[in-house]
């Protein structure tokens, strides 16, 4: 496996580095990516090319309608390469959805972001979370085009569920499973005054089930698909506290063949974007697995990733962990001031460890996905089962009437 921590001295007696460079093995995320590619390639040429059903093509149709520009029509060909045609989403009417929400009334408004609100709803008995498209805001067709193909396509239990979609006149709306839990910004970064922390099993859990998420992405997808939007408030949360990636309206569908990376406007959100993707706009599964190590960070610190709040030297949490990253001594200072040191120590120093090789400034040297996936699986069993180690997670189902999702 290509994660891996030492804590001890070397044989020369000198003391080790508190994190250990990666390993060089075939698993690191670049080897592991042309990996991806070409078998991404043999893909595409065992289908044909990535031919598409009539049931695709529909939904392309009935989305872009006649309003279709060339640069959305190849980017919805660039997205049925993906999966075996299989669409669960289903289209719904604006009645369907204006009945369900109340009309789109303040009471069910659970939040709002780029693309515009998301209201609460039920539809014959299942609870909805019903997101619009404002007009005015920062997102439109491309990202509803994209949202609708990449989750029609890429079922998984990490990924959110799309139930359906509306494009009746001039509505443009996406319709999820609800999520009571609302985000894991929520539950970390946002907490109420009073309220309980995550503890450090739970913490664990999360970061595993969304790096089984984007795993899914980077080696179940054909091609691989390359989030571009990995951060907190993207992370939502069933009743059991299972991470589910939600906001799939940046993705992008990732190099095949002998290509190395795609070239694209640099999009994303200011202290979760790679470096290398930031300076250059060249895009690869590496880089998602740089924004993975930002969020790894803000779960076991508690810190967000950039906050204007904090004193200079602490505003942007990589660098506040760079120099605590080569001392081990000044480990416990990363740990979260409200997990009261309930956690395992030697379980704080493997994440430790995970986060800062997930965070190489050299995009070659970070972990593959599965990597950090492994690492995760074997971090969570040891310290769920640890001697003297935190107890799970209690978990309480979330009233009916619980507002706390806030997703946009």
């Known amino acids: 496996m290509g994660i891996f921590c030492c804590f001890q001295s070397d044989d020369r007696g000198r003391p080790a580095p508190a994190v250990a460079p990666p390993s060089t093995s075939s698993s ?18 065992s289908h044909g090319g990535g031919s598409n059903n009539s049931n695709l093509v529909n939904l392309v149709n009935e989305i872009v309608a006649e309003s279709v520009t060339y640069r959305h029509k190849r980017v919805a060909d660039e997205i049925l390469k993906i999966g075996n045609g299989k669409v669960t989403a289903r289209a719904f009417t604006y009645g369907e959805l204006s009945e369900a929400t109340g009309g789109f009334r303040p009471e069910s408004l659970l939040g709002e972001g780029g693309f515009g609100p998301v209201y609460r709803g039920r539809l014959k008995g299942k609870e909805l979370a019903v ?47 609800y999520m009571p839990r609302g985000s894991l910004e929520d539950h970390l970064l946002d907490l109420p005054p009073g309220a309980s922390s995550l503890d450090w099993t739970t913490r664990m859990r999360v970061a595993q089930g ?3 998420g984007l795993e899914h992405l980077h080696d179940a997808a054909r091609p691989p698909v390359i989030y571009r939007d990995f951060k907190a408030s993207n992370i939502l949360l069933d009743r059991s506290f299972q991470a589910r990636l939600s906001d799939f309206g940046l993705a992008k569908v990732g190099p095949v063949g002998d290509k190395t990376h795609v070239s694209t406007r640099v999009m994303g959100t200011y202290g ?3 470096p290398e993707y930031a300076l250059t706009g060249k895009l690869t599964t590496c880089s998602d697995v740089y924004s993975f190590g930002v969020v790894f960070l803000e779960i076991v610190t508690g810190r967000r990733a950039i906050d204007m709040a904090r004193p200079p030297d602490e505003q942007n949490l990589v660098q506040w962990a760079a120099p605590r990253f080569k001392d081990k001594k000044r480990f416990a200072e990363m740990a ?13 120093y493997q994440a430790l460890a995970i986060a ?16 950090v996936v492994t690492a995760l699986e074997y ?23 619980d507002d706390d999702q806030r997703r946009a």
């Open 272 to 274: 979760y974007c790679a």
């Open 210 to 212: 969304a790096a089984r």
């Open 379 to 401: 971090l969570t069993v040891a310290g769920a089962s640890s001697e003297g180690g935190p107890r799970p997670q209690q978990l309480q189902p979330p009233e009916e009437d």
């Open 336 to 348: 979260d001031p409200l997990l009261r040191g309930a956690y395992p120590t030697k379980g704080l």
């Open 28 to 45: 690191g995320c670049s080897k592991k990516k042309n990996a991806a590619n070409n078998n991404a390639a043999a893909s595409e040429r």
């Open 131 to 177: 997101k619009q498209l404002d007009r005015n805001g920062m997102q439109g067709t491309r990202e509803f085009l994209v949202e609708v193909l990449m989750l029609s396509l890429l079922e998984h239990p990490n990924l959110v569920t799309l139930l359906g979609y509306c494009t009746d006149a001039d509505h443009r709306i996406l319709v999820y499973e």
């Open 356 to 371: 800062a090789m997930c965070l190489q400034e050299d995009a070659t040297m970070r972990p593959a996905i599965s990597d």
